[in-house]
């Protein structure tokens, strides 16, 4: 496995999946670069932490940073390059900024402003340097996921975007790298959000899917809700009872770390 921090002598020779990470890499990162294993045999994993997307500078410099580490699980999952810009190097010069779409003012748009616009400039920057034929990405950013197909599919890109299920500890928590800030008691708290999405799962209706879901959420007083809601997979609007690709979407803080999550109610009948 090459490690990179200069583009120049990256190989195009065959069709590159391109792993997009902030670093802090866990299992659930090594699940996108197996899966892009599945599809090509060059596989770049990216690692750069986007200030653009960081609208609290102090969240920016909270953000876990495992360099080392994150060298060594890219390795050993699969990955051909690693490549791991230094701050000046990540973007182009004269790189486009991306505003955010309409779709990206909702939910994890409406508390974090221009996130979805950091988020997307830097996939943008991503794709016009590697040049990847399949991009992978994790179903835990759901909305993030949403928003890149979108961007692809508008901008007529050849870049196969893959989504990835969440993988999840035993306990059902969705690995993130957030969670190395959660103490034992918090992430214990945590388990609140995915216990809330498989019970919402287990309903029949809509609004009492909707329902369930705000109720459990507000049994842990340690979790402090965002938004909980269910949409439309395809639209990204609010799910209706003919909707017929159902996504409950959670979002919230506990100590201040924020948290998110989502399942598909493949049970949520109408
Ligand atoms: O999902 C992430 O880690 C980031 O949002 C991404 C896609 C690498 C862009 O900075």
Known sequence: MQVLNDLSALDHS?????????????????ALIEKAREITDSIVVSIFVNPLQFEDSEDLAKYPRSPERDIELARSAGASVVWMPEKNNFYPTNFEV????IMGEKFEGAQRRGHFSGVLTAVNALFTQILPRYAIFGEKDFQQLFLVRQLVR?????IEVVGVPTVRDTEGLALSSRNARLSEVEREAALIINQALCKAMQKESLSEAKFSLVKTLSKEPLFTL?????????????????????RALVAGWINGIRL????????VEQ
Request: hydrophobic content about 40%.
């Open 14 to 30: 065959r069709p590159i999946a391109l792993v997009p990470t902030m670093g802090a890499l866990h299992a659930g990162h090594a």
């Open 98 to 101: 991306i505003p955010s779409p």
């Open 154 to 158: 508008e901008r007529n890109m050849d």
């Open 226 to 246: 965002d938004y909980a809601a269910i949409v439309d997979e395809d639209t990204f609007e609010l799910a209706t009872q003919d909707t017929v690709h159902k």
């Open 260 to 267: 998110i999550d989502n399942m598909a109610m493949t049970s």
